[in-house]
């Protein structure tokens, strides 16, 4: 098979698409590049068609524009209280370990309405959650997947005896179109995919941009200052240049053709949002800090039917965060800062400090 820098096959022999149109073009072909890839149940990102529709239908309203204006006082009290421990402390600290995954466990938990005695376990999970995932084995994936489902059943177990007005509850209380409720399995799902995953991602949303941040000091003033729009578009775009969340895997339906490269029914192909969001034939100059120029074609979030729908809570955790930050003081660097190892993307440690 004749393969060319942004279509080429990885160790697994799938085909990993790294054209910035062949992208776009299939994640807006769900017919022919579906998204059941797992024999384990995903929901929403492992459905097509109409039942991936109805998902989107019941839990898109939880990550809305108002759902979001609603949790921002708390985040931000999240975020003050936080970078100002950081600050207290006087000493350099890191920005995924300490200052992302933290946050991003503490958000997650004040949407979703989780008690501070999670916050450990689930801390823990992330950590060793990007262990597995560096390692890549199956049995290790699997395992660490079974802990965060107990974790999940655990959580659903207890509101059960003691239900509450908060997002998990109201997620609980989902009916399908025909009025069924939704199974355990379905509930573990959602609760794995808007928490387990994002946990992760968030974290390393943060490292990207805060290391963004200490290397270009001169943005800091202008970016402190900025309008939530502008620091969101600011955000975006070191996101794009530099993105943390690799891929995701679809399953063709029909013999056709991908970047010039015949594939089967069957056959798995990687939609590669980072090498994508990098491509020299959509953004000439892939480094270039022009949020108003790479917006359109930004595909952090993805596109197409499963394009994220935790985008605007994303954008504003990291909106409220890197604020904190830039209010507190100036990021310096504090030591080397430590890339992830593939299959993760973004960095391991950035170690800084707040002046
Ligand atoms: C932190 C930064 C985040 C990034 C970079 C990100 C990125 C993405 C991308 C690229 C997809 C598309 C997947 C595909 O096409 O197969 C996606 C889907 C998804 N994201 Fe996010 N996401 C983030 C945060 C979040 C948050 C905070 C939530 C929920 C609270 C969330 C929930 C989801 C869900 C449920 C899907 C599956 C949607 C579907 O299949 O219809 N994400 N995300």
Known sequence: MSTTDR???DQ???LVIGDHAEVVRLAHDPETFSSIVSRHLQVPNGLDGAAHAEMRHLLDPFMDADAVAQLLPELERIAADLVARLDAADAPFGAVADLGARF??????AWLGWLPEWEEPLLQWVADNRVASRTGHPRATAEIADRFDAIIRELLRRRREHPRDDVTTRLMGLRHSDGSALRDDELVSILRNVTGGDLGSLALCTGVIVHWLAVHPEHQDHLAAASDADLDAAI???LRADDPFVSNRR???RQTEVGGCPVH???IVVLDWRAANRDPAVFVEPDA??????AAANLVYGTGPHVCPGRLLATGELRVLVRALLTAGRIEPAGDPEREQAPVAGFR???VRLV
């Open 7 to 9: 279509v080429h096959l």
């Open 104 to 109: 991003a466990v503490r958000a997650q938990s």
């Open 265 to 267: 029914a069957g056959q």
């Open 12 to 14: 697994k022999g799938r």
């Open 349 to 351: 440690a950035v170690p």
């Open 289 to 294: 800090f022009d949020p108003a120029a790479h």
């Open 251 to 253: 399953r063709v339906t």
């Open 236 to 238: 975006d775009e070191i």
